[in-house]
């Protein structure tokens, strides 16, 4: 069965976003600062129609973080915009543009029906109200045997996580603190539901943890 | 001068101990598994006066956390032994028996007075009322010329780091959750203190991560 894969980038002191999150700003105070090693990279300017870049070893862990992906599962933090602007004179239709990085449906949970949203490139949004087995299950028949990647954030992952739903998840560890904000692991107890550290790459001002299903 | 290195094991999501800590646990339930990676390496072992044991990529590590180390500072839960005891008809002298594996003078971090204790092997155990600066000078005097050991706890690791005294930091981070306990980072706020990671070794069960003054 095609895998759910989940990717986060996490501070040395467990924080997936900064303080004082909302849905203009998802990634809270500072948070923005976990992402520092992805940008500089010529894979992920690439994927967002810009030139230029450099290659490290970071480069080979974005490559696969996207490989083999035929659909994406997000949170409604992570789509975006005020709930009551999504059918509203002028919706709001995610981060990304006309053209987002994705080219692959896209399932976003949320307690807000909403129709489906086709936009460039391939990429679809569906709005999933039925809860995270729903979406999973929706987003596994999209992706047609591909895998699934869980986008998070930090809620999203955590319940999947805690049903057991995860069958690997890269951690992109950010040697930095935020000392504040929104932990992925709180409340997902003392035991990593069946996942256990394979491999471990260290690149410039990030270590990335894949762990996997033994 | 002298450098203050600081050692620690900590979890995936941060804790440097688990819940229901105590004089008696200092560790708390759970906590003994982030020093997993310690127990079977013949160095450790031998430290302890053990025989046997395996060699692995944590090996080069424990040897450079002690390399070069002419005394200890420590936190009073790290040695031990409740207060009312300590004088007392049989009085605690720490968990490690009468050759404990220091062979240095270690400084006690306390609010509780007590005679110097001084057991076999070198090792010997100075009880500073004075707080963390004055247990400082004290062990960088006794190391003449050495670098300091700062062995935890977490609290006490964690006056030195916001006082920018810590010229070091070892982080072994076992990728394990323990959900609850005693966060390393808790109150150190957003940033390092001057420290950035200058290395990272992925060995069994553990990924060392050490950072420096740059």
Request: glycine fraction near 14%; proline fraction near 5%; charge should be negative.
């Given at each position: 069965?095609?895998?759910?894969?989940?990717?986060?980038?996490?501070?040395?002191?467990?924080?997936?976003?900064?303080?004082?999150?909302?849905?203009?700003?998802?990634?809270?105070?500072?948070?923005?600062?976990?992402?520092?090693?992805?940008f500089p990279?010529?894979?992920?300017?690439?994927?967002?129609?810009?030139?230029?870049?450099?290659?490290?070893?970071?480069?080979?862990?974005?490559?696969?973080?996207?490989?083999?992906?035929?659909?994406?599962?997000?949170?409604?933090?992570?789509?975006?915009?005020?709930p009551?602007?999504?059918?509203?004179?002028?919706?709001?239709?995610?981060?990304?543009?006309?053209?987002p990085?994705?080219?692959?449906?896209?399932?976003?949970?949320?307690?807000?029906?909403?129709?489906?949203?086709?936009?460039?490139?391939?990429?679809?949004?569906?709005?999933?109200?039925?809860?995270?087995?729903?979406?999973?299950?929706?987003?596994?028949?999209?992706?047609?045997?591909?895998?699934?990647?869980?986008?998070?954030?930090?809620?999203?992952?955590?319940?999947?996580?805690?049903?057991?739903?995860?069958?690997?998840?890269?951690?992109?560890?950010?040697?930095i603190?935020l000392?504040?904000?929104?932990?992925?692991?709180?409340?997902?107890?003392?035991?990593?539901?069946?996942?256990?550290?394979?491999?471990?790459?260290?690149?410039?001002?990030?270590?990335?943890?894949?762990?996997?299903?033994?």
């Amino acid at each position: 069965m095609s895998k759910l894969r989940l990717g986060i980038s996490m501070s040395l002191d467990g924080f997936v976003a900064g303080p004082s999150q909302s849905v203009d700003n998802p990634l809270g105070i500072g948070g923005m600062r976990l992402h520092e090693w992805v940008f500089p990279l010529r894979a992920f300017r690439q994927m967002h129609g810009l030139e230029g870049g450099e290659v490290n070893d970071s480069t080979a862990i974005l490559e696969e973080t996207f490989a083999n992906i035929g659909a994406t599962v997000m949170g409604r933090n992570m789509f975006g915009g005020h709930p009551g602007s999504w059918d509203a004179g002028e919706p709001w239709n995610g981060w990304w543009g006309n053209n987002p990085p994705y080219h692959h449906p896209v399932f976003v949970l949320t307690h807000h029906a909403r129709a489906p949203l086709a936009l460039e490139g391939g990429t679809t949004f569906t709005f999933v109200t039925g809860g995270i087995e729903a979406a999973l299950e929706q987003a596994r028949r999209a992706a047609n045997g591909k895998d699934v990647f869980l986008a998070g954030g930090a809620n999203a992952a955590r319940q999947y996580l805690v049903a057991n739903l995860v069958d690997e998840m890269g951690i992109s560890l950010s040697p930095i603190l935020l000392g504040q904000g929104e932990r992925q692991f709180d409340g997902v107890g003392s035991d990593l539901h069946g996942l256990e550290l394979v491999r471990t790459v260290a690149a410039s001002k990030v270590i990335h943890l894949k762990f996997a299903r033994v």
